[in-house]
Structures are given as C-alpha cells and as structure tokens.
C-alpha cells in the first residue's frame, strides 16, 4: 500500500537535498561568496539546521541557474511572475481558501498565514513546499524536478509511483473520480454495511468494475474501510497538471455530457452545458485565464469549507456533479477534426 501523505519535516529533508543537488558539487565557500553570505549558512541550509528564506532561495536557483521561473508557471498557471514575490506566490496557491481551512489542511497557525498572505513575513523553502504539496500535490514532484531532474529520494519515489497508478486508473476506469464522490453520499453513509452493488445501480456501471475500482483507490490508500463502510483518505485528483488523467476524465465526462444533453425532454433545471467561441487579445486571454483559475479555486474553496464543517453535520452530501471549464486556442485545431456533420445517406 502507498503511503498517503507526506510529513513537514519530509519537506524540510527534501528542500535541503535539493538544495545540495543544485550546487552540483560546486564549492560552499564560492557559492557563499556569490550569495554573499558565510559559508556556514550554506552548510545549515543543505543539513536542515536552518530552512532558507524563499528570497534566499531565489537568489540559490539564479546563482546555480536552476529553471525557477518556469517551475513557478508549472504551477502557478501564470507566466512573468516575479519569483522573489513570496506573497502573490502564497496568494496564488491559495486562492479562494479560507484562512482557517488553510491552517487546519497545513497544520499551522493561522495568523503565520495571515503574515504570509498580507507579506509581513516570508515563508521558508520548506513552508513553500509544504503549501504546494497540500494545494497542488498533482504537481509538486514535477515542480521539484523541473527545478533538478536528476534529483532522486525516496519520498519523490512515492509520489511518482502513485501518479503512475493513478493514470493507469483513469486509463482503465475514467470514472473513478466519480465513484470516490458516492462514497460521501448520504444515501451510501447510511447504508448498515457497504453494497458495491448498490454503488453500481446508483451509478449505472457494472458491479465488476466498481469493485475493481474500490480495490484499486484502496492500493493507492484513498479509502479505507471504517465500521463496515468506506471512507475517503484523500481529496479529489487534481488532473491539472498530469495529462493522461485529464485526457482519460475529460473524455468519460463529455460522453457523460453529452448523454444528459440527450435525455433532457425540456429546458433543464439544474443541468447546464454552453460552449462559446470569442475572438479576444492575448491580454485579454492572460485575464480569462487568471480568472478562470481564481473561480477554479473558489469552488474548490467552498468544497473545502464543506469538508471541514461535514463532522458538525448528519451523514454526508446530497449529490455528485461534474464541474469544468475548458479553455484552449483554436488555430490548426478543426482540419484535424470533422468540422462538419457528415451528409445523410
């Protein structure tokens, strides 16, 4: 079974191996020099004895010329950030979160947050990771390797054997996702024992497949059976990020789309489904596309107030839905796809 999590002080062992991975054997006392700091700080930094500042750490990745910028955008979404500024950083990888959901998830005291948010003070290498593991965990490893490739440690290990099954999941069972959200239904919490068959009727999916698929969310340690009936050990995947997830999800919600579309006998309610095409500037599209991920996490701000509060209530949700927005250039896109509705026979 795959470890679930990472530690704090994970973080703080993987900051410093990187660290020492970026100095690629280079001299302490010449990198010191080119920091301007003592040698012996190099020597805290990379045994843990001390975490670096974030601004140190932009200084590190310039002097040993490691990728920084790009493994910023890799997670952030946003291009030209400036890496020294810590705060939008922060700002932007917790978006939408509410501050006490954020200190409950990372374990820290809220106002160190504030302090971090409002720029009074600056995170560490290691607070930085951690933040980035609990809020883009889909991408921390490739954050980290986008910065040293040739960095290998256990704990790395760990998180890319998990993303490897997690896209062999979602390669044999797209709809995987959606069978972990049942399991924090009501309907399914009060049930007096778990039923895969009573998932696979609520579902519309064979029996067979959904036991396969609780066998295998099981293997990846995302639920765990308590009292006769499973729980979720993990939030919802995060695809953004891993491309083969996202292709294999995609496909099996817009299949699933389009089946509501066809079933709909008058205007629908609840069920809402639009695709429109605009002609914007490329300003423009750096707006929409900040704008997009800010209402990203927002919602998944107000999921994460739910899953807070969910002790304080009965049971669990009422219902499962599909929410995506997709955003994409169009150019040389349709000569590779049928523009046209083929003529009737």
């Known amino acids: 079974m795959l470890a679930t999590k990472l530690t ?27 920091l301007g700091v003592h040698v012996n700080q190099i020597s805290r930094w990379e045994t843990a004895e001390r975490p670096m500042r974030w601004t140190d ?36 990888l917790l ?12 374990g820290l005291n809220r106002f160190v947050i504030a302090r971090w948010t409002q720029g009074k003070t600056q995170p560490t290498l290691p607070d930085f990771f951690w933040v980035l593991y609990n809020f883009r965990r889909s991408l921390f490893v490739k954050f980290v390797k986008t910065l040293a490739p040739q960095l290998t440690l256990p704990e790395l290990k760990i998180l890319e054997d ?29 049930l007096p024992a778990h039923s895969t068959l009573k998932l696979a009727q609520w579902i519309g999916a064979p029996a067979a497949e959904i036991e396969k698929i609780l ?14 009936l499973y729980a979720i050990r993990a939030q919802n995947t995060d695809t953004r990020g891993n491309f083969e997830v996202s292709k294999q999800q995609k496909a099996f919600l817009n299949r699933a789309a389009m089946t509501k579309v066809e079933m709909l006998t008058s205007p629908p309610q609840k069920d809402l489904f639009g695709h429109l095409f605009f002609s914007i500037s490329d300003s423009q ?14 919602v998944r701000s ?19 839905i599909a929410l995506g927005v997709s955003i994409f250039e169009t150019d040389s896109l349709f000569p590779t796809l049928q523009f046209s509705p083929p003529p009737n026979e």
């Open 8 to 34: 704090q002080e994970q973080m703080i062992g993987i900051a410093a191996q990187l660290l020492k991975t970026l100095r690629n054997n280079s001299p302490q006392k010449l990198l010191a020099e080119r």
């Open 57 to 92: 750490f932009v200084k590190f990745a310039d002097v040993t010329k490691a990728p920084l910028p790009q493994a910023l955008e890799l997670v952030t979404y946003q291009p030209n950030l400036l890496p020294e500024d810590s705060q939008k950083l922060i700002l932007i």
């Open 95 to 106: 978006t939408g979160t509410k501050a006490n959901v954020v200190a409950k998830r990372l």
């Open 162 to 190: 998990r993303e490897t099954i997690e896209a062999e999941l979602a390669k044999s069972f797209p709809g995987f996702s959606l069978v972990l959200r049942y399991l924090e239904l009501k309907k399914y919490q009060n």
């Open 215 to 228: 066998s295998l969310c099981e293997k990846l340690n995302l639920i765990q059976m308590i009292d006769g």
């Open 285 to 298: 599209l750096e707006k929409v596309r900040a704008e997009y991920f800010r209402f990203f996490e927002n």
């Open 302 to 320: 107000i999921i994460a107030e739910k899953i807070e509060i969910k002790e304080n209530e009965e049971g669990g949700n009422d219902r499962v």
